[in-house]
T-cell receptor
Framework: QKEVEQNSGPLSVPEGAIASLNCTYS??????FFWYRQYSGKSPELIMF????GDKEDGRFTAQLNKASQYVSLLIRDSQPSDSATYLC????????????FGKGTLLTVNP | DTAVSQTPKYLVTQMGNDKSIKCEQN?????MYWYKQDSKKFLKIMFS???????INETVPNRFSPKSPDKAHLNLHINSLELGDSAVYFC???????????FGPGTRLTVL
């Protein structure tokens, strides 16, 4: 069973701080990694994707991938109250690498 | 203008009934998906179609039957609804299988 593990939280950070969200996955063959943000009562929204080892930055968001450790993380710099949401890690799995397996999500709360 | 749309947004029905949910995407994507998100917010893939061909069929009761009349549409029919079917059902699409997925607004199904 291919798994994606996330700390369910809640993770609480003060406004302006760095929020660090972590994810581990079990399928060594996974090639694509995604972070989705889901506000309460809304649909998941893609915020970052990463395919290669290392860091990828987009505005206040940085995704980090370490395939050897089977670990992917999301850093949110200068956290804002509007960043308060559940963050879902998703990893392609399955032999053909086209099925997304989601983690259970980490609830982030940014306190003003 | 909506990229991925679903109808209805809410569906309340009695046990044993049959119901359908419709999904349409205007992004020109080749691949469409159905996900189920349960009360614990766990998002799990059910089905995926690529160019009208079924490519992912997870362990889902055969009371659930997807249909893709064309690349832009993917419908989900559910027979003999059970209490445990209550969840939010999300449709999603991607340019190709395994690519970045864009989600519809969701259909909240409540079975009484």
């Amino acid at each position: 069973q291919k798994e994606v593990e996330q700390n369910s939280g809640p993770l609480s950070v003060p406004e302006g701080a760095i929020a660090s969200l972590n994810c581990t996955y079990s399928d060594r063959g996974s090639q694509s990694f995604f972070w989705y943000r889901q506000y309460s009562g809304k649909s998941p929204e893609l915020i970052m994707f990463i395919y290669s080892n290392g860091d990828k930055e987009d505005g206040r968001f940085t995704a980090q991938l370490n395939k050897a450790s089977q670990y992917v993380s999301l850093l949110i710099r200068d956290s804002q109250p509007s960043d308060s949401a559940t963050y879902l890690c998703a990893v392609t799995s399955g032999g053909s690498n086209y099925k997304l397996t989601f983690g259970k999500g980490t609830l982030l709360t940014v306190n003003p | 203008d909506t990229a991925v749309s679903q109808t209805p947004k809410y569906l309340v029905t009695q046990m044993g009934n049959d119901k359908s949910i419709k999904c349409e995407q205007n992004l020109g994507h080749d691949t469409m998906y159905w996900y189920k998100q349960d009360s614990k917010k766990f998002l799990k893939i059910m089905f995926s179609y690529n160019n009208k061909e079924l490519i992912i069929n997870e362990t889902v009761p055969n009371r659930f039957s997807p249909k893709s009349p064309d690349k832009a549409h993917l419908n989900l029919h559910i027979n003999s609804l059970e209490l445990g079917d209550s969840a939010v059902y999300f449709c999603a699409s991607s340019q190709s299988a395994g690519g970045r997925e864009f989600f519809g607004p969701g259909t909240r199904l409540t079975v009484l």
